[in-house]
């Protein structure tokens, strides 16, 4: 599978709020490190993240590129409120090894109604 491929596969079940589903594309000692946040490291911790997530707000990913160049797949997102991001995912024997994203957590937290971090 292309880091291409891998990434198409990534929104599908991101949109479909599967953390189980969405940990298995993840090496057992990934990184997900969403810079808005501290990084998680390996696949448990990311699958948790990803149910955490999928359990406090409704979260769409909306592609508008994804680009292959080598080991390395980038996704230029929005999500239907207007939020917009990136990410970079580096594939290793068909599984991500590390993941680096790009947001605006306090607009997300706002459009989201969430509590804002107090330090």
């Known amino acids: 599978m ?12 991101f949109n479909a709020g599967n953390a189980e589903a969405l940990a298995e594309l993840y090496h ?10 501290d990084p998680i490291e390996g696949k448990d911790a990311i699958k ?5 997530e999928f359990s406090t707000a409704d979260m769409t990913c909306i592609v508008e ?13 929005k999500d239907p409120l207007g939020l917009r991001g990136c990410g ?8 991500i090894k590390f993941q680096r994203g790009y947001w605006d957590k306090l607009s997300f ?9 107090t330090k």
Not at 88 to 95: A, C
Request: net charge negative; aromatic share 14%.
């Open 48 to 52: 948790e993240m990803f149910s955490t």
């Open 109 to 117: 937290l706002r459009m989201h109604n969430l509590p804002f971090p």
């Open 88 to 95: 970079f995912f580096k594939i290793v024997d068909g599984k």
């Open 65 to 77: 590129n994804i680009f292959e160049d080598g080991d390395w797949a980038i996704l230029e997102w």
């Open 2 to 13: 292309t880091p291409k491929v891998l990434l198409e596969k990534w929104v599908a079940l």
């Open 28 to 37: 057992i000692d990934a990184i997900n490190h969403q810079v808005a946040n």
